[in-house]
C-alpha cells in the first residue's frame, strides 16, 4: 500500500490568501502513481503563484488511488477556482489519424490497442498534428469531480505531444518524458511527428535502450540526434549516459513570459508547468 509522508501535510495546504482568490485563478494538478504536482496561475499576471511537487512511498505501480486520495483530502477543493485542470500519467491511450477515428468505434479502438476494457474512453483532438488521442480517464480519477465541480481532465501525453510539436525546429528532434516508471517517445522531422510510443522502464539503461530502438527504427543515427529531456526523472545523470551517445541534449525549459520562482528544475516540474501553457 502507498503512503504520502505525513511530515508533507503541512506543506500540502494551500496558502489562504490563494484560496481567497480562487475565483480568478488556474489550478492545475498532476497525478501520477507515484508523486502529485500542484500549481496555482494568475492569468492575468502570466505568473506561477504556487507550486508543489509531492513524492509517494511505496506506491504500487499504475494505482492512481492514493495520490487521488491525497487530493481530495487537502483544501485545495475549499473554494472554486476559475479553472481546474488534471493531468494523469496512465499508460492506456492510442493515437489515431484523424481521418480514420470513427464516431461510436473510440472504445474498440483504444480496447484492441491496450488488451484491456477501458472505464471511460475519452477523445481529444490534436489538430496541428493531424492525430486524436484515445485515452481511458480512470474509475479512481472520476473521484475527484465531488471536490472540483468545474474540474477538466487531459492525457499527460495530450499536453507532451502539444509542446514538443511547438518545440520542433530540427531534422531529428527527439522529445523524451521521463517519469517514475514509464517514458514516452516522441520523434519530428522537420517540423513533422515520425514517432511516438510509450514504455515501461526501471532504469536509465531502458531510457537510452528505447532512444537507440526509435533512432534505429527512424534511419537516424544516434549522434544526430537532438534531444528535449522533460518530467521529474529526468535527471543529470540521464543526460550524462546520453552525452556520451548524443552530441546535444537539453532539458526542458518554460518560456521567458512565464513567470515562475521555484526550487526545482523547469523539467522537473514540467508535468505541472505546461497547464498554463495547455489547458
Not at 136 to 159: C, E, G, H, M
Not at 244 to 262: G, N, T
Amino acid at each position: 500500500m502507498s503512503v504520502f509522508n505525513p511530515d508533507i501535510a503541512a506543506k500540502a495546504m494551500m496558502p489562504k490568501e490563494l484560496l481567497a482568490m480562487a475565483s480568478s485563478l488556474h489550478l492545475a494538478i498532476h497525478i501520477h502513481d507515484e508523486m502529485v504536482q500542484v500549481l496555482v496561475y494568475d492569468f492575468d499576471a502570466g505568473e506561477v503563484l504556487w507550486v508543489e511537487f509531492f513524492e509517494a512511498e511505496d506506491q504500487a505501480q499504475g494505482d492512481l488511488q492514493k495520490s487521488v486520495d491525497f487530493v481530495i483530502l487537502k483544501n485545495w477543493g475549499e473554494k472554486v477556482f476559475r479553472k481546474v485542470s488534471v493531468t494523469f500519467d496512465y499508460p492506456d491511450f492510442t493515437l489515431i489519424p484523424q481521418g480514420f477515428l470513427i464516431e461510436g468505434k473510440e472504445q474498440e479502438l483504444l480496447a484492441f490497442a491496450t488488451g484491456r476494457n477501458p472505464d471511460c474512453t475519452e477523445v481529444q483532438a490534436l489538430s496541428d498534428l493531424q492525430v486524436a488521442i484515445i485515452y481511458d480517464l480512470p474509475l479512481s480519477l472520476q473521484a475527484l469531480a465531488s471536490r472540483f465541480p468545474n474540474i477538466k481532465y487531459y492525457s499527460s501525453v495530450s499536453f507532451f505531444l502539444q509542446e514538443a510539436s511547438r518545440r520542433s525546429v530540427a531534422s531529428n528532434d527527439f522529445h523524451i518524458l521521463v517519469q517514475k516508471g514509464f517514458m514516452l517517445v516522441a520523434v519530428f522531422h522537420d517540423g513533422e511527428m515520425k514517432l511516438t510510443n510509450h514504455y515501461g522502464i526501471q532504469s536509465n539503461d531502458d531510457v537510452l535502450y528505447h532512444i537507440a530502438n526509435a533512432s534505429m527504427r527512424l534511419g537516424i543515427h544516434m549522434s544526430a540526434a537532438q534531444i528535449t529531456l522533460y518530467g521529474a526523472s529526468a535527471t543529470a545523470e540521464l543526460q550524462s549516459l546520453l552525452l556520451d551517445y548524443i552530441s546535444e541534449v537539453k532539458f526542458w525549459e518554460r518560456p521567458s513570459d512565464l513567470k515562475s520562482q521555484h526550487a526545482l528544475s523547469d523539467h522537473q516540474l514540467y508535468a505541472a508547468l505546461i497547464h498554463c501553457l495547455c489547458a
